[in-house]
């Protein structure tokens, strides 16, 4: 059984940094590709970042991009995401996502992932 578990998220002021990780169990992550969303009230769920299986390879959504950095720990099954300067409008559940694809490089749709964690939650104050 498949599982992604999220931790990290919480309160913090505008300006401030947080560091997500989601550590994956019952399957072989070393050569997999992970992805990072996120949902605010109201809208639909956003692409934030993603990274290749072995980590040479990155991406970010625009509106992240400078702020954020996607990195994995594959000998931890861990996929992190340093989330610098924050704004309030980064406020959102943020998920993480685990792509089936033997190599794959990632991807920004969500179509590509297979497998989701349950959510953590970063709140950012004005």
């Known amino acids: 059984q498949v599982q992604l578990v999220e931790s990290g998220g919480g309160l913090v002021q505008a300006g401030g940094s947080l560091r997500l990780s989601c550590a994956v169990s019952g399957r072989t992550f070393s050569n997999l590709a992970m992805g990072w969303f996120r949902q605010a009230p109201g809208k639909e769920r956003e692409f934030v970042s993603a990274i290749s299986w072995s980590g040479a390879t990155t991406y970010y959504g625009d509106s992240v991009k400078g702020r954020f950095t996607i990195s994995r720990d594959n000998a931890k099954s861990t996929v992190y995401l340093q989330m610098n300067s924050l704004k309030p409008e980064d406020t959102a559940v943020y998920y993480c996502?685990?792509?089936?694809?033997?190599?794959?490089?990632?991807?920004?749709?969500?179509?590509?992932?297979?497998?989701w964690g349950q959510g953590t939650q970063v709140t950012v104050s004005s």
């Open positions: 996502a685990l792509s089936s694809v033997l190599y794959g490089l990632g991807s920004e749709s969500r179509d590509e992932y297979d497998y």
